[in-house]
């Protein structure tokens, strides 16, 4: 996993620390000349979705448990979002946002 650069804190609303909230770097769009990913609505991940220590055995029960997925079941989680794909270019890690 990289860290991410600068480093963040999640502040209280997971929106990022007051004097650097995550839209300070990350906005609307992806901007590819820095290889910063965008999304309007772009957020830390909820701490209960982290990846961080875990095996990939816990990973892969995180991404199935249906209480933690949206309730989505296998097919749901292989299909594609009926809002379309996520527009943002993402490490793994983050795969959360693609589960909206």
Request: aromatic fraction near 4%; charged fraction near 20%; charge should be positive.
């Amino acid at each position: 996993m990289r860290r991410h650069q600068p480093l963040v804190v999640r502040g209280e609303d997971g929106h990022g620390a007051a004097g650097l909230r995550c839209a300070t770097c990350h906005h609307a769009a992806n901007f590819d000349a820095a290889h910063v990913p965008g999304h309007p609505e772009w957020h830390v991940a909820p701490a209960a979705m982290a990846w961080q220590g875990r095996s990939l055995g816990a990973i892969c029960e995180q991404i199935k448990d249906r209480a933690r997925n949206g309730n989505r079941d296998m097919a749901a989680l292989t299909r594609p979002h009926p809002q379309g794909p996520p527009k943002l270019r993402i490490a793994p890690e983050f795969l959360w946002l693609a589960l909206r």
